[in-house]
């Protein structure tokens, strides 16, 4: 049963080009998030690196990881220890050549709850999205979880 009290925590960052360290910033973000009351913790778009659709660049594939990963497996540690629940989105590689944005939810014992791949990829002026994901393959789908049900969208 869901708790009957939601509070929601969005952190929103200025990412650097260093991965980690975006990792790292994003952990003590949602520690101070959860300090502060919230329980369901939401992460921005790609929050591990800096928005890599600006430009078509190979090198940035190097990004990506799969699921579970490190960057998701950090996640899944900080939603346990904090005893929250986190929405993350990823730069996910599935397979060589096979890459999405993804956003991964973990419940409060730091299980995942599900995951939602990105299915409308714009290609416009700087957000060349369709060079670097492929369509998502789930559908629209919410996740229950400790502090209620939740539907993710990216």
Known sequence: ??????KLGLVQMRCTPRKQENVDKALDRIAEAAERGANIICLQELFHGQYPCQTE???RFDEAEPIPGPTSQALSEAAAKHGVVIVGSLFERRAHGLYHNTAVV?????????VYRKMHIPDD???YEKFYFTPGDLGFRSFETRFGRVGVCV
């Open 57 to 59: 660049d190979h090198a």
């Open 1 to 6: 049963m869901p708790s009957p009290h939601t």
């Open 106 to 114: 973990f419940d409060a014992d730091g299980s995942q709850a599900g």
């Open 125 to 127: 002026p700087l957000y």
